[in-house]
């Protein structure tokens, strides 16, 4: 180990028996000769946890101040940072302060060096050139830095460009779908046809957002570019009313709950001839069909067990087999696959109140993430697994949340009013 990370590891062993700032650490990656310190994401669910400072020192240029807000507005959606503003020596001199960035805007070329400091070292922990070409993108700048910053810091991507399709709605008007920035700041209606839309999915390469539109004779499914152009709507059968779908991992075909005569299944749908194929021929209620990311299983909801008592499965599509996942609670409902495949997050209704559960396949291990006296539900997990995103109804009006996929604290998603209530985030790949 190096002087200057022997030096880290021992600031921050002392940190922790000081009561400072509560992580398990002592990581050190070397990549291409430069050392690069991790901190263990996982600590954050440790109900002693405190957020850690980290400073943001810039000039007084335009272009540095835009870039430096937008880096704060992410930085502190990743739910691990308190961001403060000040000066290089205010820093140094702040002992919780343990990362600072220093932002400086340099002239022909332009360019914004951005450099990176640990507490208590002479020497920056990394440094990097970002170009200012004319007319730039100083938000897309901003996110770059923000995931730059989150993978030298923490050793993971970030996910500052990724976005959240979810239903919004205002009082005593139609649902529709939004999207909305990572940060929150930025959103955007997506769906605008006459009908109530609800329920989206993203597909797996992120180009198309499947949702469902309710009018007041017929309930639809429609396909729509994430770029917003031309919607498509589905056809089915006389008699059968979808009621939600989500893609298979292919794009060509989509995995929909139809209902017929006061029962639903699950079938798969192909969409260059719509031609449909029932994956369960059970007399029970089938519902929530997600695809696993390697496209081999599909977990679902189903009442097989017992009448009005969902529960959630596993159905294998290379051995044909089903595995019941939950056992416990009397309604389990929302099943969604990590981005790796190793695990699902779902919602339990217990003691009146819908909370947050995470299974891991491998250890048949079930872990309650979410405790408040009030109903948390639709979780998704972000691109890299990190986090979580649900609506919870904390008042009066639910709204969307961020929790990290170990638990702990969540923060808000948008800064909407109260006057909007939102509900079923699905977050992008």
Not at 39 to 56: A, Q, R, S, W
């Amino acid at each position: 180990m190096s002087v200057n990370s022997a030096n880290i590891f021992q600031t921050l062993i002392l940190r922790i028996r000081t009561g400072i700032v509560l992580l398990l650490l002592g990581i050190v990656l070397f990549t291409d000769g430069n050392s690069v310190y991790a901190i263990d994401y996982f600590e954050i669910n440790n109900p002693k946890f405190v957020p850690v400072k980290v400073g943001l020192a810039a000039d007084s240029s335009a272009e540095t101040t835009s870039v430096q807000n937008v880096l704060k507005a992410n930085l502190e959606k990743v739910l691990f940072f308190q961001i403060i503003k000040g000066t290089k020596e205010e820093f140094e001199q702040n002992e919780e302060v343990f990362f600072h960035l220093q932002m400086a805007l340099k002239r022909n070329p332009d360019q914004l060096e951005i450099t990176l400091w640990t507490q208590g070292e002479k020497s920056p922990l990394s440094q990097k050139l970002f170009a200012l070409e004319e007319a730039q993108d100083l938000r897309k700048l901003g996110l770059e830095l923000a995931d730059w910053f989150v993978e030298k810091t923490l050793n993971f991507k970030g996910v500052s460009t990724s976005r959240i399709a979810y239903t919004a709605q205002k009082i005593n008007r139609r649902k529709n779908i939004l999207l909305s920035s990572y940060d929150g700041t930025v959103q955007k209606r997506f769906s605008y046809n006459l009908g109530s839309n609800n329920l989206a999915s993203w597909s797996f390469d992120n180009k198309n957002i499947l949702y469902t539109t309710f009018t007041r004779s017929s309930v639809q499914l429609t396909i729509q570019l994430s770029k917003r152009l031309r919607a498509k709507i589905l056809t089915f059968p006389a008699g059968f009313q979808p009621l939600g779908a989500s893609w298979r991992k292919d794009g060509k075909s989509i995995l929909l709950t139809l209902m017929k005569q006061g029962n639903s299944d699950i079938y798969s749908y192909n969409l260059a001839d719509a031609k449909l194929e029932r994956i369960f021929a059970w007399k029970s209620l089938e519902t929530s069909p997600q695809m696993s990311p390697n496209g081999q299983k599909i977990a679902f909801v189903s009442d097989s067990a017992r009448p009005q008592r969902p529960q959630i499965y596993i159905y294998n599509l290379i051995t044909n087999k089903t595995e019941r996942v939950t056992f416990r609670g009397s309604y389990n409902s929302s099943p969604k696959w990590s981005p790796d495949g190793s695990q699902l997050i779902y919602e339990r209704q217990k003691k009146g109140f819908f909370q947050l559960y995470k299974y891991t396949l491998l250890t048949r291990r079930h872990l309650q993430l979410t405790f408040g006296r009030y109903d948390s539900e639709k979780p998704d997990w972000s691109p890299n697994g990190k986090q979580i995103v649900f609506s919870a109804k904390k008042k009066k009006v639910s709204k969307l949340y961020y929790i990290s996929a170990f638990g702990g604290r969540a923060v808000r998603v948008t800064a909407n009013d109260n006057s909007i209530a939102e509900t079923n985030p699905v977050w992008s790949k």
